[in-house]
C-alpha cells in the first residue's frame, strides 16, 4: 500500500495553508528527512520533511495550490520495490480519526471557585488538654522540632536558621539537637535553595524552607509557583510536593516599603497549595505541625510582631490544627468580623470596642486562606447578616474582596448591608511613624466598618 | 581550576562494556520516535509546542549508558529523548503529547511536562533553567538519603544565562552534591545563536570555574564520547567530590519547535551537520567498518524501532481523551 503524504499543520493553530512548491519530483527517491516541499502558513514559509523512505510516487496536489486544508492527501509514496500499479489502489483518504470524546458526564464544580452552599460543618475544635505558656516564635520552634524527632526526612533550610539560630531566633536550638545535616544555612539565595527544596521534596524528603521575610520569596516566586504547585497537575498525579515555605509575612515596623507587605492573596491565589497564617501560639504549633505533615506545599504566613507574644499552647506533642478550618474567637449576632494574623488579634480588641457601645460581633480567625473555610464565613453571616473583613494588605484582588464575593454567591439574600473591607491602603508602605501608622488597618478603623455595616452613625 | 580540554578525537576508543549495538538503538529509538510525533504534529492530533531532540541523540544516550539504577535526570521541555532514554514506554510518551487518558500525566502535562518517579524521570520543565535548582535538590535529596545517586540535570546554551544556574552552582559545590550538570549546547536559544547570547560563547564548560567546578567539553555528536566522559565524572561525582559541568557540542536539526521556520541559520548549516557529524550514521559506520555487526543487523533494528513507534502512535491516537472529571483531580493530594 503506498503511504499518503498528508498537508501538515505547522503551527498550532494552522487549519489550511498554501503547498507553495514541491522539492521532488514524481518518480524521486526519498528518504525520511529529505524535505519535499514548502507549505506557506499565515506566519511563515515552513519546509515539509518526508517520514518515510520510498519513492515520490504520484503528487495529487500541484505546487502553488492555496487552501489546502490541513490533513489533506497532497501525494503518495511508493515503498522499496513497489510497483506503480498500486497507486490505482489507493481508497479515499485516511484522514487522523478524531479522538474519541468520553461521554460526557457533569462536570463536578470546584469547591474553590464556587463552593456549595455551606452546610454546617465542624469548627476547629477546643483543645481542653494541658498547656504551658510560651511565645509564638517558641510555639513554631516546638512544632518543628517535634516533627524532626518523629520524621527523618525533614530538615529546615534558609538563611541564618544554623549558627545565627534564625534572623528572628525562631530555629533556636535546633542546630545543636539536629546538626547541620537537618539544619541547613543557605547562601542568600532564594530563588536557588527555594528550586532545591522542590527538588529535594520530588525526591521524597520534606523541606522545611525559611524565607528571612516573605518579602524576599519574590525572588523564589517562579518556583513556588511555577514548580511546586503545578507539578501534582502536570503529572497526573504521579509527583508530589511536600514542602513547607514559612517565614514573617506582612507588616513589621518601620522597615518601609520592600520589607513590609501580605503576600496572603498573591499565594491564595494560585490552585496547588495550601496557604494557612496562624495567630496565637496554639495556632502556629497546630498549624506549623500540619502543614510538615501535608503531602503538598504550605505556604506558612508568620508574622514579626507577633514572635513575642505568650500564648497559652497546646503541650501534647499529638496536637495539631487540620488545615482549612477557621475558628471563632469570639461568637456575637450582629456583625461578622474575618480576620487572620496578626490582625485577629486587633479585630478582637475592636469587638470589645463594639460590645461597650452595644454591638456584638462574631470575630473569625481563619487561620487558613486556601483553602478557605468558606461554610464558617456563610454560616456567620447567615447570622448576622453583616460581614467586615480585616486584612494587612492591599484592597485591590485581596482576601476581603475574594470573601465579599463568595458571600455575595452564597448569601445574598442574608446581606443586611454592603460587605466592607477594612485593608492596608493602597500605597507601598511609608517608613514615617505617623503615616505607616495611617497605612495599616487598626481598632477605629474596624470599629467604623462594623458601625457602619450596622448603620450606626459615629457620635 | 580543574577545566579539562576538550576531547572530540572521532572515534574514540570504546570502553569494553560498550554495547554498540545498544547505543545504537537507543539512538534510532529516539530519531524515529520524533520523527513520528512530527508526523502527528502536522496531523494536528499533538497540539502546542512540541520540541523535538532530532539531532542531539547521542548525549541523552551516551550519559545514560553511563548512569545506572537509582539515578535521577531531569531537564527541560526538549524532553522525549530523555524519557526514552530513561526507559519510559514510547506508547505513554506519545499519548501524553497527543493529550490522552493514557500518556505519562494522563493528558494533563502534555509535551513538555511529563514524569516517572519509577524510572527516576523529574520531568519535563517549561521554564527555561527552572530545572537546574530542582535536579540540585534532587542530588541533595541524594546525598541527605546517602542513596550513592547522582542527579543528571540536562540544560540548554540558552538556559545557562539565567542567574538560577549560578545559584545552583554555589550551593552544588558548597554542599559536593552529587550533579552533573550537563549543557546540551546546540548552538541556538530559539533563534538565538550562542555567539549572540552568551560572553565567552566557546567555553560555556568553563561558567562553573567561579565555583571551583570541573568544566569539560565532549563532542555531543559522539556517542562513545559522550559515554566516556559520562563514565569518568558520574563516578566522580558518585565519589563524593561533586558538581560536574559538562558541555555536549551538538546540533538541532528541525526547528526550535514545530512552529520555526528558522530563518536565523542556513540550510547549509544544518545539511552539513547532517552529513557530517550525524550521531545515528557516525556510529552505523563505526558498527560496519568494525564489523559489530551486519547491514542487515542494523536494518532490523530499525524495523525493530519503526514497529515500536508506530505502536506507539497508534496507541496515542486510540487512547481516549481524559474525561472532564479530570479538570479538577490532581491539584491536592487527597482531594
Ligand atoms: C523563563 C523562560 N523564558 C523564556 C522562555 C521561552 N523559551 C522557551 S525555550 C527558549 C530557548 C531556550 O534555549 P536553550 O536553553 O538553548 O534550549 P534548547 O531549546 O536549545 O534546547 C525560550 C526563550 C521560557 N520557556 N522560560
Ligand atoms: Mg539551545
Redesign the interface.
Known amino acids: 500500500m503506498p503511504i499518503q503524504i ?1 498537508m ?5 493553530t494552522m487549519t489550511e495553508g498554501k503547498l507553495a512548491r514541491w522539492l521532488k519530483a514524481e518518480g524521486d527517491k526519498i528518504k ?2 529529505d524535505v519535499l516541499a514548502e507549505i506557506e ?1 499565515d ?4 519546509e ?2 518526508a ?1 518515510d523512505d520510498g519513492i515520490l510516487g504520484r503528487i495529487l496536489v500541484q505546487g502553488g495550490s492555496e487552501g489546502v486544508k ?2 489533506t492527501p497532497i501525494g503518495l509514496i511508493l515503498a522499496e520495490g513497489e510497483d506503480k500499479s498500486a497507486l490505482e489502489a489507493v481508497a479515499a483518504p485516511v ?3 478524531a ?4 461521554v ?2 457533569p ?2 464544580v ?1 469547591a474553590v471557585v464556587s463552593p456549595a452552599p455551606a452546610a454546617p460543618q465542624p469548627q476547629q475544635k477546643a483543645y481542653t488538654g494541658p498547656t504551658k505558656r510560651q511565645t509564638v516564635r517558641e510555639a513554631l520552634r516546638d512544632a518543628m522540632a517535634e516533627e524532626m524527632r518523629c520524621d527523618p526526612n525533614v ?1 529546615l533550610m534558609g538563611e541564618e536558621v544554623g549558627q545565627y539560630q534564625g534572623a528572628y531566633k525562631v530555629s533556636q536550638g535546633l542546630l545543636d539537637e539536629f546538626g547541620p ?1 537537618r539544619v541547613i544555612d ?2 542568600i ?1 532564594e ?15 520534606r523541606p522545611i524552607v525559611e524565607f528571612m521575610t516573605f518579602n524576599f520569596s519574590m525572588q523564589a516566586i ?2 513556588i509557583v ?2 511546586a504547585s503545578k ?10 510536593c511536600p514542602i513547607v515555605f514559612r517565614g514573617p509575612n506582612g507588616a513589621a515596623s518601620r522597615v518601609a516599603a520592600q520589607h513590609s507587605q501580605c503576600y496572603a492573596s498573591w499565594y491564595a491565589h494560585c ?4 496557604v494557612v497564617a496562624p495567630w496565637s501560639g496554639m495556632d502556629a504549633k497546630g498549624l506549623l505541625k500540619s502543614a510538615i505533615r501535608d ?2 506545599p504550605v505556604i506558612f504566613l508568620e508574622n514579626e510582631m507577633m514572635y513575642g507574644q505568650s500564648f497559652d499552647v497546646p503541650e501534647d506533642a499529638d496536637f495539631t490544627l487540620p488545615i482549612g478550618l477557621a475558628r471563632i474567637e469570639r461568637a456575637g449576632g450582629d456583625v461578622t468580623i474575618t480576620a487572620f494574623s496578626r490582625m485577629v488579634g486587633v479585630a478582637l480588641e475592636a469587638a470589645e470596642a463594639l460590645a461597650k457601645e452595644g454591638i456584638e460581633a462574631e470575630v473569625i480567625n481563619l487561620l487558613s486562606l486556601r483553602p478557605l473555610d468558606s461554610a464558617a464565613i456563610i454560616e456567620s453571616v447567615k447570622k448576622t447578616n453583616r460581614l467586615v473583613t480585616v486584612e494587612e494588605g492591599w484592597p485591590f484582588a485581596g482576601i476581603g474582596a475574594e470573601i465579599a464575593a463568595l458571600v455575595m454567591d452564597q448569601a445574598f439574600d442574608w446581606l443586611d448591608a454592603p460587605v466592607n473591607r477594612v485593608t492596608g491602603e493602597d500605597v507601598p508602605m511609608p517608613y514615617a511613624a505617623n503615616l505607616e501608622k495611617l497605612a495599616l488597618p487598626d481598632v477605629p478603623k474596624i470599629v467604623a466598618a462594623a458601625k457602619a455595616v450596622c448603620y450606626r452613625g459615629q457620635k | 581550576m580543574a577545566t579539562a580540554k576538550s576531547t572530540s578525537s572521532k572515534g574514540a576508543s570504546k570502553s569494553p562494556s560498550t554495547d554498540l549495538l545498544k547505543l545504537y538503538r537507543d539512538m534510532l529509538l529516539i530519531r524515529r520516535f520524533e520523527e513520528k510525533a512530527g508526523q502527528l504534529y502536522g496531523m494536528g492530533l499533538i497540539g502546542g509546542f512540541c520540541h523535538l531532540y532530532i539531532g542531539q541523540e547521542a548525549v541523552v544516550v551516551g550519559l545514560t549508558a553511563a548512569t545506572r539504577p537509582g539515578d535521577s535526570f531531569i531537564t527541560s521541555y526538549r524532553d522525549h529523548g530523555h524519557m526514552l532514554a530513561a526507559g519510559m514506554d514510547p506508547k505513554g510518551v506519545m499519548a501524553e503529547l497527543t493529550g490522552r487518558v493514557g500518556g505519562y500525566s494522563k493528558g494533563k502535562g502534555g509535551s513538555m511536562h511529563m514524569f516517572s518517579r519509577e524510572k527516576g524521570f523529574f520531568g519535563g520543565h517549561g521554564i527555561v533553567a527552572a530545572q537546574v535548582p530542582l535536579g540540585t535538590g534532587l542530588a541533595f535529596g541524594h546525598k541527605y538519603r546517602e542513596d550513592q545517586g547522582v542527579c543528571l540535570c540536562f540544560l540548554g546554551d540558552g538556559a545557562v544565562n539565567q542567574g538560577q544556574v549560578y545559584e545552583s552552582f554555589n550551593m552544588a559545590a558548597l554542599w559536593k552534591l552529587p550533579v552533573i550538570y550537563v549543557i546540551e549546547n546546540n548552538r541556538y536559544g530559539m533563534g538565538t545563536s550562542v555567539e549572540r547570547a552568551s560572553a565567552s560563547s566557546t567555553e560555556l564548560h568553563r561558567r562553573g570555574d567561579a565555583y571551583g567546578i570541573p568544566g569539560i567539553a565532549v563532542d555531543g555528536m559522539n556517542v562513545l564520547e559522550v559515554e566516556k566522559a559520562g563514565r569518568k565524572w558520574i563516578a566522580h561525582a558518585r565519589e563524593g567530590k561533586g558538581p560536574v559541568v559538562l558541555e555536549m557540542k551538538t546540533y538541532r536539526y528541525r526547528g526550535h519547535s514545530m512552529s520555526d521556520p528558522a530563518k536565523y541559520r542556513t540550510k547549509e548549516e544544518v545539511s552539513k551537520v547532517r552529513a557530517e557529524h550525524d550521531p545515528i550514521d557516525t556510529l552505523a559506520k563505526l558498527i560496519l567498518d568494525g564489523k559489530a555487526a551486519s547491514e542487515d543487523q542494523l536494518k532490523e533494528i530499525d524495523r525493530e524501532v519503526k514497529e515500536i513507534c508506530t505502536n506507539a502512535s497508534d496507541f496515542a491516537q486510540a487512547s481516549p481523551l481524559p474525561e472532564a472529571k479530570e479538570l479538577f483531580t490532581d491539584i491536592l493530594v487527597g482531594i
Open positions: 498528508l501538515p499543520a505547522l503551527s498550532p525520511s528527512g502558513t506566519k511563515a514559509t515552513m515539509m520533511e517520514a490541513v490533513n484522514a487522523a480519526k479522538p474519541a470524546e468520553p460526557p458526564v462536570v463536578p470546584p530538615f545535616k543557605t547562601p539565595t530563588m536557588g535553595f527555594a528550586g532545591l527544596g522542590v527538588g529535594a521534596a520530588f525526591g521524597g524528603l517562579d518556583q511555577n514548580s507539578t501534582l497537575y502536570m503529572s497526573g498525579g504521579q509527583q508530589t490552585p496547588g497549595m495550601k503531602p503538598n
